[in-house]
């Protein structure tokens, strides 16, 4: 950042910060907790992540928080674990059993099967204890609440379902296969839900009993510290500038178009698809620019002549 800037500007510790959250916190609880570690309410989340996983989770910070809704987070990478033999009221292990059968006998062709009717473009029912709003009401709280919560199919695109490892787990009375895998996905994929249907297809039912978020978009856990890492040493992973030129194509700009763009003005346009991020010769990010027709016009001002 530069020198110039002063802390009012909301340009000061502005950025991405990425985080590798701990089993058992909702995404709430981490941007709480960040809140108070960087001293700001300014901190906001780019989707969430159940309280059983861990991973990436994405946060914006002070003037960064108005980048959150134009990042473009549409692939998502996952590794988890699939039990196939018990099926739970909330598909995965915080839930209720509802059903166990024996899955020793479920050969490797068999499941890459499955798994491989589970890949591509395909139609998902959602979790039913998922986010999503039914007639203004959240499934989970509905479910919860004893209603009976029905979810309609979406598409989503499963580019990538391998299984790594299979192990058999005989317990008392239990014969279970846990699978562990690796996914990537669109965003809008329920991990669980896979699980569940897999599971289903293979007539044991089945379950997620771990998930870790290794990727959203271009953002991964290598990037990631967590919260015990950030407690000693507060701050963003990338700042607004890196932030922005690492989640968008660039455009360099001279430095009258970055006055005219500080200043809510327009470019000509060059042809650039999507929002991309206008780069001036100092290398910091002036605005996120979209085009239509004859005009390159700013989605955000990222540096407003105001805040200069």
Known sequence: ??????????????GLLIVDKDPGMTSHDVVSRCRKL????????????DPMATGVLILGVERAT????LLALTTKSYSATIRLGQATTTDDAEGETLS??????????????EIARLTGDIEQIPATVSAIKVDGKRAYAMARAGEDVKLAARPVTVSRFEVLTRSDVHGVGEKFVDLDVEIDCSSGTYIRALARDLGAALG???????????????????????????????????DIDQAA??????????ADEAESLSHGRWL????MKGVYAAIDPNGHTIALVEESGKRAGSVMVVRPATLQ
Do not use: W, Y
């Open 245 to 254: 030129q690492t989640a968008f194509p660039h455009r360099q700009i001279n």
């Open 38 to 49: 960087l001293k700001t309410r300014k901190v906001g989340h780019a989707g969430t992540l």
């Open 1 to 14: 950042m530069p020198k110039s800037e002063n802390p009012s500007s909301g340009l000061v510790g502005a």
């Open 66 to 69: 108005k980048l959150l809704g």
């Open 204 to 238: 044991v039912g089945g379950h997620l009993t771990a998930l870790r978020r290794t990727a959203v978009g271009p953002f991964t856990l290598e990037q990631a510290r967590t919260l015990e890492q950030l407690s000693h040493d507060p701050g963003v992973s990338l």
């Open 268 to 271: 000509e346009p060059i042809g």
């Open 100 to 113: 166990t059968a024996d899955a020793s006998g479920i050969t490797g062709a068999q499941i890459a099967a």
